[in-house]
């Protein structure tokens, strides 16, 4: 029996810049569809519909206006270098489109958006928090070249509150092209720090950094190794945090190496820790959600990072359920036999996915994807379909999964459909380009 249908996860570019052309003619800011879903990456305003690392965006610029409530950033997710541009363009917004926060216009500049720039202007006389909320803010807007530029050659030194700014630079460049090697020398330096936390974060990163960046399994197991040296059982939320990362970094290698068993093992010990975590949440001083949180922009801070470190658990546990598809597969297994097991617990993890960011064009995405590996297209080309709404260069990718599903499935008119969307959002994709040439050759 043949193997199931698999959806290519990318297309061909032409240009590997990728081209993301500029609309017109899309209603202002206040009435933007493709805006409301993007409100805080453009000029810092709050929206309902925002993805969930956008949201992280509040708080921090809240700490930047108020140094003495400030804290040190704990977030895990960062933005990706050229997204707002690609937001701006897409939604035909022209006007926000700029390099640097400085060259937005001042009739444009929200309170927030005023605040980042006094930050920026004045990055010589902020402490080391300081420093690290900016450099961090700057890279969920991607403004990574900036950050980068201000931060200049940093090394850890021991200093706790310094090595943990070095950290928070070190991932900037980590999501930086062409930095990769330099912020693996980073936390490799890190994870000697003074500060365990700091040293075990450090390792954490380099597991994945150096999976994701080089596929170098002996820098990762190195990094590994480290981190289990200092991995001792947590007392209190960082720690809980922390260990649930660094062993949920654990469980990728070991999924890189094949180990499906040892991968499970750390998986749990990973959501032992994220247990942990959420329990330890109104111990460490976050208000619950029913509170007044409205009233505190910074409040339900820790509750974000519970959530965002479930969905990362929740997308390792969805890797590891459809590659489980994919080796029984390539053991001759039927299609019944790959989906009877994995199949219903990639849907059960697709849904909390959705149900944990559901506006955030990544969590489409993996949703689609997980739908895909069990077999339910229909599912996943509505999903892809939804990524792709969002625009960007990921709605791109979106568009042209959506449409393989749509071609297998027989409805060509669909995939035409999303071929050219694709387009609309990337003019150098090459396949959805040669596909649509194809159909009216036929």
Request: glycine share 8%; charged share 25%.
């Amino acid at each position: 029996m043949p193997g199931r249908f698999r959806v290519r996860q990318r297309y061909t570019r032409s240009d590997p810049r990728g081209g993301f052309p500029r609309v017109s003619g899309r209603p202002a800011l206040p009435h933007n569809r493709l805006a409301a879903f993007w409100r805080p990456l453009i000029d810092l305003a709050d929206s309902e519909v925002a993805s969930l690392r956008l949201r992280m965006i509040r708080p921090v610029s809240t700490w930047l206006a108020d140094p003495g409530a400030a804290r040190w950033p704990w977030f895990s997710r960062m933005g990706l270098p050229g997204v707002r541009r690609q937001v701006v363009r897409h939604a035909g917004l022209d006007a926000y489109d700029c390099a640097d926060p400085r060259q937005l216009p001042e009739e444009l500049r929200t309170p927030r958006w005023e605040t980042l720039v006094a930050a920026v202007d004045g990055f010589a006389e902020l402490d080391h928090r300081g420093r690290t909320l900016l450099i961090f803010q700057l890279a969920q807007l991607s403004y990574h070249p900036l950050a980068l530029r201000l931060a200049g050659p940093v090394r850890p030194d021991g200093d706790p509150e310094r090595d943990r700014y070095v950290y928070e630079v070190a991932r900037v460049r980590a999501g930086s092209p062409g930095h990769a090697a330099h912020a693996l020398s980073l936390f490799a330096d890190l994870a000697g720090s003074g500060d365990p936390l700091v040293a075990l974060a450090a390792c954490f990163q380099g597991i994945g950094h150096a999976l994701r960046h080089a596929n170098d399994l002996t820098s990762a197991r190195r990094f590994e190794k480290r981190g289990r040296e200092l991995a001792k059982p947590p007392d209190d939320w960082h720690a809980c945090l922390v260990h649930s990362r660094f062993h949920r970094a654990a469980a990728l290698l070991r999924l890189t190496e094949g180990d499906k068993d040892a991968a499970t093992s750390a998986l749990v010990t990973a959501k032992h820790a994220h247990d942990d975590l959420a329990a330890a949440r109104h111990a460490h001083g976050d208000p619950p959600a029913a509170g007044h949180a409205h009233d505190d922009p910074s409040a339900g801070t820790d509750a974000m990072i519970v959530r965002e470190n479930r969905r990362y658990l929740l997308e390792l546990e969805l890797d590891a359920e459809t590659r489980a598809e994919t080796r029984a597969e390539s053991h001759g297994g039927t299609r019944a036999e790959t989906h009877g097991e994995a199949g219903p617990r990639a849907l059960a993890l697709c849904h909390e996915l959705l149900r944990l960011d559901p506006h955030c064009v990544h969590a489409r995405l993996r949703a689609g994807d997980g739908f895909a590996a069990a077999g339910d297209l229909v599912r996943a080309a509505f999903w892809y379909e939804r990524a792709g709404e969002l625009g960007t260069g990921a709605g791109a990718t979106g568009w042209f999964r959506a449409a393989q599903c749509h071609d297998h499935l027989g409805d060509h008119a669909a995939a035409v459909n999303a071929m050219g969307r694709c387009l609309e959002l990337d003019t150098t994709a090459v396949e959805p380009r040669e596909y649509l040439a194809g159909r009216q050759r036929t």
